[in-house]
């Protein structure tokens, strides 16, 4: 499997962008997928999940209103689209695949496959 990673940048507090990873290898609609978040000296902590259909998501609390996770299955790829952004949000994303297809994972033991992170920056 293969999951590769794209959009990010920076973008001013209140402002927006959008990540996307493709996904390879294998059957899409046999993993959930999710995006984690790594600050400068945090751990990797969850941001949103996915199920293999599209049909639950799940969000940590403090983006949770704010960022939408979603995927297209007929593309095999899986978005966050980062709405209203915070400073807080600052940090290198990647995004996971697991083979616990449905269901809320946020450990990052819990995912087999990462793609590589791209950096997402908020500030004036």
């Known amino acids: 499997v293969q999951l590769q990673a794209s959009g990010g940048g920076l973008a001013q507090p209140g402002g927006s962008l959008r990540l996307s990873c493709a996904f390879s290898?294998?059957?899409?609609?046999?993993?959930?997928m999710a995006w984690f978040r790594q600050a400068p000296g945090e751990e990797r902590k969850y941001v949103a999940g996915?199920?293999?259909?599209?049909?639950?998501?799940y969000y940590e609390d403090s983006v949770k209103d704010r960022f939408a996770i979603s995927r297209d299955n007929t593309k095999n790829t899986v978005s966050l689209q980062m709405n209203s952004l915070k400073s807080e949000d600052t940090g290198v994303y990647y995004c996971?695949?697991?083979?616990?297809?449905?269901?809320?994972?946020?450990?990052?033991?819990?995912?087999?496959?990462w793609g590589q992170g791209i950096q997402v920056t908020v500030s004036t």
């Open positions: 996971a695949a697991t083979t616990y297809y449905t269901g809320r994972k946020e450990k990052t033991a819990d995912y087999d496959y």
């Open positions: 290898g294998r059957p899409f609609t046999n993993y959930g």
């Open positions: 996915i199920n293999w259909n599209g049909g639950y998501w």
